[in-house]
Protein backbone atom coordinates (compact mmCIF):
# COMPACT_ATOMS: atom_id res chain seq x y z
CA UNK A 1 0.00 0.00 0.00
CA UNK A 2 1.36 3.86 -0.90
CA UNK A 3 -0.22 7.21 0.09
CA UNK A 4 0.29 9.53 -3.09
CA UNK A 5 -0.49 13.07 -3.35
CA UNK A 6 -1.52 13.47 -6.69
CA UNK A 7 -3.21 16.43 -7.95
CA UNK A 8 -3.54 17.97 -4.34
CA UNK A 9 -5.69 15.47 -3.10
CA UNK A 10 -4.46 11.92 -1.32
CA UNK A 11 -5.19 9.02 -2.82
CA UNK A 12 -3.58 5.14 -1.66
CA UNK A 13 -2.76 2.52 -4.14
CA UNK A 14 -2.35 -1.18 -3.83
CA UNK A 15 0.79 -1.73 -5.89
CA UNK A 16 4.09 -2.60 -5.46
CA UNK A 17 6.94 -0.37 -4.68
CA UNK A 18 8.73 -0.37 -7.82
CA UNK A 19 5.69 -0.21 -9.97
CA UNK A 20 5.42 2.70 -12.39
CA UNK A 21 3.55 5.86 -11.19
CA UNK A 22 1.78 5.24 -14.96
CA UNK A 23 0.75 1.77 -13.78
CA UNK A 24 -0.89 3.49 -10.44
CA UNK A 25 -2.18 6.74 -12.46
CA UNK A 26 -4.00 4.54 -15.24
CA UNK A 27 -4.68 1.04 -13.56
CA UNK A 28 -5.34 1.93 -10.07
CA UNK A 29 -6.80 5.58 -10.12
CA UNK A 30 -8.61 5.71 -13.77
CA UNK A 31 -6.66 8.89 -14.40
CA UNK A 32 -6.13 7.90 -18.38
CA UNK A 33 -4.63 11.74 -19.36
CA UNK A 34 -1.51 10.45 -18.61
CA UNK A 35 -0.55 7.96 -21.79
CA UNK A 36 1.79 5.02 -22.23
CA UNK A 37 3.90 5.52 -25.12
CA UNK A 38 7.22 3.47 -25.27
CA UNK A 39 8.43 2.37 -21.32
CA UNK A 40 11.59 3.37 -21.92
CA UNK A 41 11.47 7.10 -20.78
CA UNK A 42 11.98 8.01 -24.28
CA UNK A 43 9.04 9.65 -25.84
CA UNK A 44 7.44 12.06 -22.99
CA UNK A 45 4.11 10.94 -23.86
CA UNK A 46 4.02 9.35 -19.99
CA UNK A 47 4.77 13.03 -18.67
CA UNK A 48 4.34 13.96 -15.11
CA UNK A 49 5.12 16.54 -12.48
CA UNK A 50 7.18 15.42 -9.08
CA UNK A 51 7.29 18.57 -7.28
CA UNK A 52 7.11 20.72 -10.21
CA UNK A 53 9.62 19.29 -12.54
CA UNK A 54 8.69 17.06 -15.49
CA UNK A 55 9.23 13.28 -15.31
CA UNK A 56 8.82 9.90 -17.19
CA UNK A 57 6.21 8.24 -15.04
CA UNK A 58 6.62 5.06 -16.94
CA UNK A 59 10.03 4.46 -15.46
CA UNK A 60 9.59 6.46 -12.33
CA UNK A 61 8.56 3.69 -9.14
CA UNK A 62 5.73 4.71 -7.10
CA UNK A 63 8.43 4.53 -4.05
CA UNK A 64 10.00 7.52 -6.05
CA UNK A 65 6.47 9.61 -5.14
CA UNK A 66 6.33 9.13 -1.41
CA UNK A 67 6.20 12.73 0.27
CA UNK A 68 5.99 14.09 -2.62
CA UNK A 69 3.31 16.42 -4.86
CA UNK A 70 2.58 14.51 -8.51
CA UNK A 71 0.08 16.46 -10.67
CA UNK A 72 -1.20 15.18 -13.97
CA UNK A 73 -2.58 16.41 -17.20
CA UNK A 74 -5.92 16.23 -15.06
CA UNK A 75 -5.00 18.57 -12.73
CA UNK A 76 -2.52 20.89 -14.60
CA UNK A 77 -5.86 21.54 -17.52
CA UNK A 78 -9.05 21.75 -15.47
CA UNK A 79 -8.21 25.56 -15.27
CA UNK A 80 -7.19 26.43 -12.07
CA UNK A 81 -3.34 26.04 -13.06
CA UNK A 82 -2.86 29.08 -14.47
CA UNK A 83 0.52 28.21 -16.03
CA UNK A 84 -1.37 25.02 -17.73
CA UNK A 85 -4.51 27.34 -18.78
CA UNK A 86 -2.48 29.76 -20.28
CA UNK A 87 -0.50 26.45 -22.37
CA UNK A 88 -3.89 24.89 -23.03
CA UNK A 89 -5.38 27.40 -24.36
CA UNK A 90 -2.34 28.25 -27.11
CA UNK A 91 -2.40 24.93 -27.69
CA UNK A 92 -6.29 25.08 -29.14
CA UNK A 93 -5.24 28.48 -30.77
CA UNK A 94 -2.17 26.79 -32.72
CA UNK A 95 -4.45 24.13 -33.02
CA UNK A 96 -1.52 21.81 -32.24
CA UNK A 97 -2.81 18.47 -31.86
CA UNK A 98 -3.51 16.10 -35.06
CA UNK A 99 -3.54 12.62 -33.79
CA UNK A 100 -3.66 13.74 -30.29
CA UNK A 101 -1.41 10.89 -28.40
CA UNK A 102 1.66 12.65 -27.13
CA UNK A 103 -0.40 15.80 -26.42
CA UNK A 104 -1.31 15.54 -22.57
CA UNK A 105 2.97 15.06 -22.09
CA UNK A 106 3.61 17.80 -24.46
CA UNK A 107 1.77 20.02 -22.36
CA UNK A 108 3.21 18.72 -18.76
CA UNK A 109 6.36 19.23 -20.40
CA UNK A 110 5.38 22.90 -21.66
CA UNK A 111 3.87 23.99 -18.43
CA UNK A 112 6.84 22.65 -15.89
CA UNK A 113 9.38 24.30 -18.42
CA UNK A 114 7.50 27.46 -18.13
CA UNK A 115 7.21 27.37 -14.35
CA UNK A 116 11.02 27.18 -13.95
CA UNK A 117 11.40 30.28 -15.85
CA UNK A 118 11.93 33.53 -14.40
CA UNK A 119 8.76 35.81 -14.08
CA UNK A 120 7.98 37.69 -17.13
CA UNK A 121 11.15 35.62 -19.33
CA UNK A 122 10.36 35.20 -22.98
CA UNK A 123 12.64 32.21 -23.96
CA UNK A 124 13.53 31.85 -27.48
CA UNK A 125 13.01 29.34 -29.89
CA UNK A 126 16.08 27.19 -28.73
CA UNK A 127 14.82 27.72 -25.41
CA UNK A 128 11.65 25.89 -26.22
CA UNK A 129 13.34 23.15 -28.05
CA UNK A 130 15.79 22.13 -26.02
CA UNK A 131 13.06 22.10 -23.01
CA UNK A 132 10.67 20.03 -25.23
CA UNK A 133 13.28 18.13 -26.66
CA UNK A 134 12.05 15.10 -24.42
CA UNK A 135 8.43 14.59 -26.36
CA UNK A 136 8.19 12.92 -29.49
CA UNK A 137 5.24 13.89 -31.74
CA UNK A 138 4.84 11.49 -34.90
CA UNK A 139 2.84 14.18 -36.46
CA UNK A 140 5.54 16.54 -36.46
CA UNK A 141 3.82 19.70 -35.29
CA UNK A 142 6.79 20.72 -33.21
CA UNK A 143 7.33 24.39 -35.28
CA UNK A 144 2.93 24.45 -33.82
CA UNK A 145 4.29 23.48 -30.33
CA UNK A 146 7.15 25.97 -30.82
CA UNK A 147 4.43 28.97 -31.48
CA UNK A 148 2.13 27.59 -28.71
CA UNK A 149 4.12 27.50 -25.65
CA UNK A 150 6.05 31.25 -26.66
CA UNK A 151 2.92 32.11 -26.89
CA UNK A 152 1.75 30.84 -23.50
CA UNK A 153 5.25 32.69 -21.88
CA UNK A 154 3.84 35.66 -23.15
CA UNK A 155 0.54 35.25 -21.53
CA UNK A 156 1.65 34.31 -18.30
CA UNK A 157 4.57 37.50 -18.54
Known amino acids: MSTLN ?19 LRDSLG ?16 TVHMDGQAIRSCVTPISAA ?3 RLATIEA ?10 AVHAAWVKHDVAQ ?5 SGQIMSATAFLKSL ?9 EIDAAMAGNICRCGTYARIRAAVADAAKAIA
Request: proline share 6%; net charge positive; aromatic share 4%.
Open 6 to 24: INGRSHTVDVAPDTPILWA
Open 99 to 103: CGYCQ
Open 76 to 85: VTDGRDRVGA
Open 66 to 68: QGK
Open 118 to 126: PKGTQPSAA
Open 31 to 46: LTGTKFGCGAALCGAC
